[in-house]
């Protein structure tokens, strides 16, 4: 038998009444609070009462009631505003995968706020620190002291006439951002708001997004989550926030009222400026690590059901995640935290959608790996208020058959790393690019052309917060992390980036100038590519993280925005305006449906045709040229744009893409119905808007390592930018 620990002498109310397992968490009725806790294994469940700031006990009461594996009763004299805590009482078996210790005060996995912040401090595990038993050993000490308080809300919020903003998927563009990165160096944010939601709500500062004309703000984690105590020591901080704790609250250090309606505010204003609010969130794991991790929430309520664990030897957990421990979905009762965290946020906080971190672990079984149906899939599907959300996976983890690129359900948009290194490639000069470059600039049909499925399943990026930005991609041939304190060895070494010439800052002109081509280069990829880009917030501005590409640790300039706008910086922020306008102008860039080079008899048009630099449609032979490096795509905007066999009605546009080191002469194409091309791009002259027009089987000069993008004109053109 594990060890059962005395229990400590309990001050009982009088007035605690049975109450309901429904809802979980703690619920203020306006009379009192409802406390409901899930735990299958528990034998004794104590509520923990606190003082305002979390400091002093005063009061443990044990819930009265046991109903279908939740522990409840009823305070009729408590009310929002209490903070409290949970000592759950049950065996001590690690190797059985129990690990209940009453000393240690956890968090409730559905608290709405947290008060305070976790200290480290050895009380704060299970097991004894030192013990030569290791985590088999069993610790007494009070953890009260050190860990975040849980605190029940008042959830009245009067929204006014306010609005949720839904942008259809194929107008979408998402900008990936941080809570603290966008806001901390912003000259219209007070000092005191900024790195906080009410920094963020900014009117000057959302009107730079608004002003770029991106559609749909996504931030990096902001669930309650813990500081690692290794970067703690180091003098760093968890800035990236993927060590969740609490899937209901929002980081406290987030709000710089302290008041939870602060993050509601912010929606508001979010969805007030037109935008949209996605969450990265992280479901596929908790802060509670490995064996030698720390008793905050799950692990001591119930270890069991709450995570995976390895079936030979329960003491050890399955680390799917890369991070200790993996949350198990497979059960019910954990399933069903995870959607009622996700109504929460859509319902109560007024988020529009969501991208998953390690996407693949939420729908693995533990006998056969990744299913498309498994429940958690489902669960969403069928849901009246999930299914009508934005959900983005990120489709891979460390697991067995963890990487599904293409393989979610309908219904689902999947970061696509394929076109990231493809696109990376192409323009670095490797050889042999061309034929996944097609893919890729249509919505990487190959993948996601399947079921129904649109091109906007796949969201397009070449950067994101986990590697360099885009300055960096072109400025740096290896990493340098050693700021981290890790001697350089933590990012990926794969970065498929190119200096140029130099390896970081140069005065040179001749390489500033290609850099600065290259990322309009990139950038325009992006933009006019099918499917739903993502920007990373700071690419417009040329940000740099001086080719550090794993700043998860670093909440300093590395990853706040600069808002001190040069003449290169400023010149990149309107040309990238300048794409996300014509992005929006022509529809052709955005179809909902994949192009696929397929001739329409009945309509007498190709949707796509890709053209080689002496303006006819590619050969077998070219697509297969180790030493092509350019090639044009002609997407013809009277093909046919729905299920509706009619003509289309879009303009007709021609991609050129040079990724060569010299200029090639482009012959620009003569298409029906036209008289003419109109240059809307080139990326060499990224300030000349005039819109020259050019004479078919015009050789038009491309410059080595450029972009051009042409419009038909005909006799009845409309499009306008």
């Avoid at 000393?103 to 008060?115: C, F, S």
């Avoid at 990096?220 to 500081?227: A, I, S, T, Y």
Wanted: one cysteine or more; a negative charge.
């Amino acid at each position: 038998m594990g060890k059962q620990p005395k229990a400590p002498e309990i001050k009982q109310r009088s007035r605690i009444t049975e109450g309901h397992p429904f809802p979980l968490g703690a619920t203020w009725d306006g009379l009192g609070v409802n406390f409901a806790l899930f735990s299958a294994h528990a034998t004794k469940v104590e509520l923990c009462l606190f003082d305002n700031d979390g400091t002093t006990e005063l009061e443990r009461i044990e819930l009265p009631e046991y109903t279908d594996e939740i522990w409840h009763g009823y305070l009729p004299d408590a009310h929002a505003g209490q903070v409290y805590g949970y000592r759950v009482y049950g065996p001590y078996e690690p190797e059985a995968g129990h690990r209940f210790n009453p000393n240690k005060l956890l968090i409730d996995p559905y608290a709405k706020q947290l008060v305070g912040e976790l200290r480290w401090n050895e009380a704060l595990f299970g097991y004894t620190i030192g013990s030569p038993d290791g985590d088999l050993s069993f610790d007494e000490r009070d953890s009260a002291p050190f860990v975040p308080k849980s605190k029940v809300i008042d959830p009245a919020f009067t929204w006014g006439n306010h609005r949720a903003k839904r942008v259809p998927w194929d107008s979408t563009i998402v900008y990936e951002t941080h809570v603290r990165g966008i806001s901390m160096k912003h000259p219209a944010v007070p000092e005191y708001l900024r790195g906080t939601c009410a920094g963020l709500m900014n009117r000057e500062l959302l009107q730079h997004v608004r002003d770029l004309g991106v559609t749909s703000i996504e931030l990096l984690p902001v669930h309650g989550f813990v500081e690692d105590q290794h970067l703690l020591e180091k003098g760093l901080r968890n800035y990236w926030g993927y060590n969740t704790i609490a899937f209901f609250a929002p980081h406290a250090p987030y709000l710089a009222s302290g008041h939870l309606n602060e993050f509601k505010e912010m929606v508001a204003h979010i969805h007030d400026a037109g935008l949209e609010l996605i969450l990265d969130v992280v479901y596929n794991h908790t802060a509670e690590g490995n064996e030698l991790g720390p008793t905050l929430s799950m692990r001591g309520i119930d270890n069991l059901t709450y995570y995976r664990l390895l079936p030979d030897n329960q003491r050890y957990y399955v680390n799917d995640s890369g991070t200790g421990n993996t949350l198990d979905l497979n059960h019910p009762c954990v399933l069903r935290m995870v959607t009622d965290s996700l109504r929460y946020w859509a319902t109560q906080m007024g988020v529009d959608g969501f991208r998953f971190d390690l996407g693949t672990i939420l729908a693995r079984h533990p006998e056969d790996g990744f299913d498309e149906r498994h429940g958690f899939h489902l669960a969403v599907r069928q849901d009246p208020v999930l299914s009508s959300l934005k959900m983005i996976a990120e489709p891979w983890d460390c697991g067995i058959g963890g990487y599904q690129v293409g393989g979610f359900p309908p219904g689902w948009a999947e970061w696509n790393d394929r076109y990231r290194d493809n696109v990376r490639s192409f323009w670095r000069g490797d050889s042999g690019q061309l034929a996944e470059l097609a893919s890729r600039l249509t919505a990487s049909g190959d993948l996601f052309n399947q079921r129904g499925r649109r091109p906007y399943s796949s969201v397009n990026f070449i950067t994101a917060h986990d590697g360099f930005t885009l300055h960096d991609l072109v400025s740096y041939n290896d990493k340098h992390n050693d700021a981290n304190g890790e001697d350089n060895r933590d990012g990926t070494d794969n970065n498929l980036s190119y200096n140029h010439g130099w390896e970081g800052p140069t005065d040179d002109p001749a390489i500033v100038e290609l850099r600065q081509r290259q990322m309009r280069n990139l950038m325009a990829t992006l933009l006019f590519s099918q499917g739903t880009p993502m920007i990373v917030a700071g690419d417009e501005l040329c940000r740099t993280q001086k080719g550090n590409n794993n700043t998860y640790c670093q909440d300093n300039e590395l990853n706040w925005i600069d808002w001190d706008l040069d003449e290169d910086r400023s010149a990149m922020l309107a040309f990238t305006q300048r794409l996300i306008a014509l992005r929006r102008t022509y529809p052709i860039l955005r179809r909902g449906r994949f192009l696929v080079g397929m001739y329409n008899e009945e309509l007498g048009v190709k949707d796509v045709t890709w053209i080689s630099p002496c303006g006819n449609e590619m050969t077998e032979e070219q697509w297969h040229d180790g030493n092509a490096r350019c090639l044009g795509m002609l997407m013809d905007g009277r093909a046919q744009a729905t299920g509706i066999r009619r003509p289309g009605a879009d303009a007709t546009l021609l991609l050129v893409l040079n990724a060569h080191h010299d200029v090639v002469n482009f012959c620009l194409p003569e298409v029906a119905e036209g008289c003419a091309w109109k240059c809307l791009i080139d990326t060499n002259r990224p300030t000349d808007f005039s819109e020259e027009r050019f004479a078919f089987n015009h050789l038009y000069v491309v410059t080595n390592r450029s972009l051009l993008l042409f419009v038909l004109e005909t006799k009845e053109s409309e499009y306008r930018v």
